[in-house]
């Protein structure tokens, strides 16, 4: 199951220890299963240091509201993102994104590459749910309750179920 974050969390990844590594998001920034919900800041250009070559390179690069990295945007990505929200790239502000890994073939390995889904998120107020979740009385209704939910739902509320699970089980 898909778990949609507004921020990346540490993962424990060796790409973490090196701040060079962390300039950008990378397929490292996110655990298997998630998706980062953003909201596109604006589209910029970064100069970074390309090893290959010895020498710095313009990368196109999407800018996010809150505390997540910036995103370099290829082609695919790029694509994506305008069949979205138009062509018209400084009309992106403001919109949102769901960013994703997908495992990749290239320069002779398989890497875990960052894509945006070809959807729009959606505005859901998830009130309600936390209701119902937080007015379970017992862990086989906490269960039911949340097996009940929308799936696209039960991503935004995980949280809040956990909760419930803990305080269920403390209480027994």
Request: aromatic letters at 6%.
């Amino acid at each position: 199951m898909t778990k949609i974050i507004y921020e990346p969390t540490p993962t424990g990844h060796w790409k973490e220890l090196f701040a060079s590594k962390n300039k950008l998001l990378g397929g490292h920034n996110l655990h298997p299963g998630e998706e980062i919900c953003a909201i596109i800041q604006a589209v910029g250009v970064e100069e970074v240091f390309e090893k290959e070559t010895n020498s710095n390179k313009q990368l196109v690069v999407l800018k996010f509201e809150g505390n997540i990295p910036p995103m370099a945007l290829n082609i695919t990505n790029s694509e994506t993102v305008a069949m979205l929200h138009g062509n018209t790239y400084n009309e992106w502000k403001g919109k949102k994104v769901l960013i994703h890994t997908a495992k990749v073939k290239a320069f002779g390995k398989t890497h875990d590459a960052l894509r945006i889904r070809p959807k729009v998120p959606r505005e859901d107020d998830l009130t309600p749910y936390i209701e119902q979740l937080t007015s379970c009385q017992t862990m086989q209704e906490l269960q039911s309750t949340y097996l009940g939910l929308p799936k696209h739902i039960q991503g935004g509320v995980s949280q809040t179920k956990d909760q419930m699970k803990e305080k269920l089980s403390c209480a027994s």
